[in-house]
């Protein structure tokens, strides 16, 4: 397997934000605490505090959730160092997608456990945290899974958080992924996991914690379960403090004045930032008049009547996609997140709320991209003339590219073009000595000529293309691979398809190739065999 490293911008897959982030661009520095590198992880590290009684509950929330699992050493040394009074994290947190969803779930954890991994020492543990949004309500980024180019959905409607719903129907769901995995030599393994995880009588947050402890346990990645009472019981100061006076608002407010013009807010801040859970249900608050009133049929409270509930039960008050950070920072003795463009982004509006209600910004860490490409695949290209680094280009131009390399007759009309603007120079001062008001006929006869040009020359690249079919359905058969539904294929593909071929080295491949400090896409290609071998 290679390791080809292109440069962000050159894949013109990524937001300006995310470019400018990470060439340290001056405009957006006042919008983050520290760098993405080593020195601002270290930085991090140095100056992050945390208080002995957060860590209890944190630590005595973790070993509840594993409590009746077969915990790997691993997750078992992770927890005893989370408890040294100086032990840190790295976390990183996704939404509970099916069978973890797409590629970059996986790149995720991996990065984080490798940055934990060259922090970590015996007087500063670092942990890598997996932070499961149990919590999320939308049914319909989270019920399916891309397998060998195939969508596998979990039937079922929406209600309220995922991660409490049971998994009514998963047997038929699994029974598709059998015949989808193929005959790999980890894919017995594979299946019988997946059977093991996904059970009827789990729920989702369940089913996702034993898959993803199964698959990176072994590298001491504690997976968490913010949805608990003792954790929202820490967090309910910021949640008060949200309600009384909606700080979040106002500060995000003020970040997006200052990011509109140059960047793109990512996500938009309400009133109030908390939604209310009760079963089945996930209403967003709402402030109207004097009262706050739990949307989606919720129920209904004066400011003293929610202030008393908060105390009374914070498990039943949810942050959003805003104070969800803010939730993450409370409750881990946290230096980094790992995170995608997207993430970065929204994090990037929240400078300001996390000074005002006294919350330490982590550093923000961007994921690894990365793509993989076949052995058949990278040959094709050979044949076909083009880099896998040409594969960034817009699909059409690299069409035109194929048709022209494998065309066995001239296409430009460069020289025909050069020929006729000096013929029509001459005939130009000619007309002009003779009569100055033929100027312009000349002028008109010699951009009809260049126009003639310029058409004969698109009919001559149309029947290059016709000539090239072949290869160029070749081309469009490798883009689709790297580009499924022309968007990035870490973004669609699951990762069994790949795990069933190597199984558990495919992450420690992985592991070893992905580094999050390294600012460039990855793409992981299959060295072509050597003739006769």
């Excluded at 048709?403 to 020929?419: C, H, K, V």
Aim: charged share 25%; hydrophobic share 40%; proline share 7%.
């Amino acid at each position: 397997m290679q390791r080809i490293a292109i440069p962000y911008p050159e894949t013109h897959r990524f937001s300006p934000l995310v470019e400018d982030y990470l060439k340290g661009d001056p405009g957006l520095r006042e919008f983050y605490t520290w760098t993405p590198d080593r020195d601002g992880l270290e930085a991090a590290a140095a100056g992050r505090t945390f208080s002995r009684a957060a860590r209890q509950v944190l630590c005595d929330t973790l070993e509840r959730q594993y409590a009746g699992m077969d915990m790997q050493p691993q997750v078992r040394e992770s927890l005893g160092r989370l408890r040294h009074p100086r032990a840190l994290t790295i976390t990183t947190g996704h939404q509970l997608c099916l069978f973890t969803g797409p590629l970059y779930v996986p790149f995720k954890v991996l990065n984080a456990v490798r940055v934990a991994k060259a922090l970590s020492t015996a007087e500063r543990p670092v942990v890598p945290v997996f932070w499961m949004a149990t919590e999320d309500h939308d049914r319909a980024e989270i019920d399916h899974a891309w397998i060998n180019g195939t969508k596998v959905q979990w039937p079922g409607a929406a209600a309220g958080a995922v991660g409490r719903l049971p998994l009514d129907g998963i047997g038929a769901v699994l029974d598709q992924v059998d015949d989808l995995l193929g005959p790999g030599s980890h894919a017995d393994e594979l299946r019988a996991l997946l059977r093991r995880c996904y059970r009827p009588d789990h729920t989702l947050a369940q089913a996702t914690r034993l898959f993803a402890d199964a698959l990176f346990g072994r590298f001491g990645v504690l997976v968490l379960d913010a949805d608990e009472p003792a954790l929202k019981r820490l967090f309910a100061p910021v949640m008060r403090e949200e309600l009384l006076n909606q700080v979040a608002v106002r500060c995000v407010r003020y970040a997006n004045e200052k990011l509109d013009g140059h960047w793109r807010s990512q996500a938009f801040a309400r009133d109030i930032n908390l939604f209310h859970l009760r079963p089945g249900h996930r209403g967003r608050i709402e402030l109207r008049g004097n009262r706050f009133q739990v949307l989606d049929g919720g129920p209904s409270f004066s400011l003293d009547e929610l202030l008393a509930e908060l105390d009374h039960r914070p498990e039943d008050f949810s942050p959003n996609v805003l104070m969800r950070p803010l939730y993450q920072e409370v409750i881990l003795p946290n230096i980094a997140y790992v995170g995608g463009g997207g993430e970065l982004a929204y994090w990037m509006q929240l400078k300001w709320l996390f000074q005002a209600v006294q919350v330490p910004m982590p550093v923000l860490l961007l994921r690894t991209s990365a793509a993989f490409i076949g052995a058949n695949d990278r040959k094709r290209l050979e044949k076909l003339g083009l880099p896998v680094q040409d594969l960034f280009k817009p699909l059409e131009a690299l069409r035109q590219q194929v048709a022209l390399n494998g065309a066995s007759f001239g296409t430009s009309l460069d020289g025909e073009q050069r020929s006729v603007v000096r013929f029509y120079a001459d005939l130009r001062q000619r007309a002009i000595a003779a009569d100055p008001t033929l100027e312009g006929a000349v002028n008109a006869i010699e951009k009809r000529a260049l126009h003639g040009l310029e058409q004969l020359g698109h009919k001559l690249v149309r029947a290059a293309k016709r000539r090239q079919e072949l290869p160029i359905r070749q081309l469009e058969m490798v883009y689709g691979r790297l580009f499924p539904a022309g968007g990035l294929q870490e973004r669609r593909d699951n990762f069994m398809p790949w795990y069933t071929v190597e199984g558990p080295a495919f992450f420690d491949r992985l592991l070893a190739e992905l580094d999050p400090l390294d600012r460039r896409f990855s793409v992981l290609a299959e060295r072509v065999p050597e003739p006769g071998r």
